[in-house]
């Protein structure tokens, strides 16, 4: 007797039932549940609250379309523990967004998603997500805090240009590069824990922060780029560790409040225009056996009588 299964006329020997999370196949062909995919929230005029749902015969994948009607009053967001992505501009203009729920699920935040959701307070982001897109918080003024997993590698352009009311971050430490603008005028933030493996930080990444205290850079980082601190009027004090090889024009300039700056790098790095104009004069602090280096230097001579041996060096 042949080895036949059959509901009917219907022969259902090849069926694969309760593999993959009970998922069921005719052959390679899967039955249940249907892969249907749907935009993460749709064109409303008037939002009050948005709920997404994942049900036995459906599977939200992925949200690709932006919510277009920036006057929107959405006040609470929940999403579906099915939907592994958030499009870009998703949320964008959303002004009276306070809270969202991002679930486990998500690994993938796209550019400008939250952008100038301004009452939107504080945001946990899932662990398991590897990518955030640029600018994604750009403009949400009301930003007091976020934290950011730690399998992000790289701070996109922009990512919290403009959260005024952001107090402090902390960068994980699989992070490389902090992009242009990220942290550009928060002008709340007063301290910020860098990566130990972070390698550059590029143009204003954190310029016009004036409330921002200390900044100490791990000895991983050999870039430091143009305007990259301008205007941290509120910076006493700066260490930059001994890997560094590069220190662009004017990234510490208009840094007014400023007692110390300390290069732990034994070789003077590349130093553009500026790179600590308008600093109150304040001491530099270089290796001892540096010192004539650091000063004989073709641009760091013009600092030469701010130039000092770090003590315990």
């Known amino acids: 007797m042949s080895n036949v299964i059959k509901i009917g006329s ?46 036995s015969s459906s599977m939200l994948s992925s949200g690709e379309t932006r919510a277009d009607s920036a006057s929107a009053s959405t006040i609470n967001v929940q999403i579906g523990n099915c939907v592994n992505k958030i499009g870009q501009y998703a949320f964008s203009g959303y002004s009276s967004l306070t ?54 590698k ?84 700066v260490t930059i560790g001994s890997g560094v090889t590069n220190i662009e024009a004017e990234a510490f300039l208009n840094c007014s409040s400023l007692t110390s700056v300390t290069v732990e790098a034994k070789n003077p790095p590349n130093i553009g225009t500026s790179a600590f104009g308008n600093t109150n004069e304040c001491p530099i602090y270089v290796p001892s056996k540096s010192v004539d280096a650091y000063k004989s230097h073709r641009y760091w001579g013009v600092y030469a009588s701010r130039i000092y041996p770090i003590l315990n060096s």
């Open 154 to 237: 790289t701070i996109r352009y922009g990512t919290f240009s403009n959260c005024s009311s952001l107090a402090s971050i902390d960068i994980p430490n699989n992070v490389t590069n902090i992009e242009k603008y990220v942290f550009y005028n928060c002008n709340s933030l007063t301290s910020v824990t860098l990566s130990n493996s972070l390698i550059s930080i590029d143009d204003s990444a954190f310029a016009n922060c004036s409330n921002l205290t200390s900044i100490d850079m791990p000895n991983s980082v050999t870039n430091i780029g143009t305007n990259s601190f301008q205007n941290c009027t509120g910076l006493t004090s």
């Open 99 to 152: 809270s969202i729920d991002i679930p486990s699920s998500v690994t993938n935040i796209g550019a400008l998603s939250f952008a100038s959701c301004s009452s939107l307070t504080s945001v946990t982001i899932p662990s398991g997500v590897t990518f955030i897109g640029g600018s994604v918080f750009i403009n949400c003024t009301g930003l007091t805090s976020v934290n950011i997993p730690n399998k992000i």
């Open 10 to 55: 219907l022969d259902i020997s090849s069926f694969k039932v309760g593999s993959d999370d009970c998922k069921v196949y005719l052959g390679d062909t899967l039955l249940y549940p249907q892969s249907i995919s749907y935009k993460l929230i749709a064109q409303h005029s008037d939002l009050s609250e948005y709920k997404t749902e994942c049900n």
